[in-house]
């Protein structure tokens, strides 16, 4: 049997996701479940960089009305390989850090913890909130002849289900 029909195509699922009350912050910790296809991981091997965008938001709900954004935050993380050190490198919002081979670097990709999104002074009492999450890739930044692609491929197709929750605010 030809090796294709059994690889798997590129998924990325929310396995959970919290906000945790700090200083007069919160922060947000989420685990992501990252799938990449033979085709995509040998594309990193090759040197071509994964970009994906978390998205975070946190609306304040209203019966009568439209919802009211209190916080919309996009955080970028970049996977790609350097073949001159043979090190797999994460850029998350400007901090880099590298490892030896890609399980290692998807498993730190598939982690997000103590992430600042929101001060508490910005909650009002008595108000409904709803949190929600994504991460995806963003072909955008994928070569220009991939792009085109990408389009109804799922090896390139990486985005996660919008999860959305009321988190325990203390307000």
Not at 26 to 48: Q, R, T
């Amino acid at each position: 049997m030809p090796s294709t029909l059994l690889a798997a195509p590129s998924s990325l699922e929310i396995k959970s996701a919290e906000l945790v009350h700090g200083e007069g912050i919160y922060l947000l910790d989420a685990d992501f479940d990252l799938i990449l296809s033979p085709a995509v991981e040998e594309a990193v091997n090759k040197g071509m960089p994964l970009n994906f965008l978390v998205e975070f938001q946190l609306v304040a709900l209203k019966r009568y009305w439209f919802d009211d954004e209190i916080v919309s935050l996009t955080s970028k993380v970049a996977l790609s390989y350097h073949a001159l050190s043979r090190q797999y490198l994460l850029n998350r919002d400007g901090h880099q850090l590298s490892f030896t081979s890609l399980q290692e670097a998807k498993e730190e990709l598939s982690h997000i913890k103590n992430w600042h999104v929101l001060e508490a002074d910005l909650l009002k009492k008595g108000e409904n909130y709803q949190a929600a999450l994504r991460m995806r890739l963003d072909q955008s930044k994928l070569p220009k002849a991939l792009q085109v692609d990408t389009l109804n491929s799922e090896d390139w197709n990486m985005v996660s289900e919008r999860l959305r929750w009321t988190p325990p605010l203390a307000n």
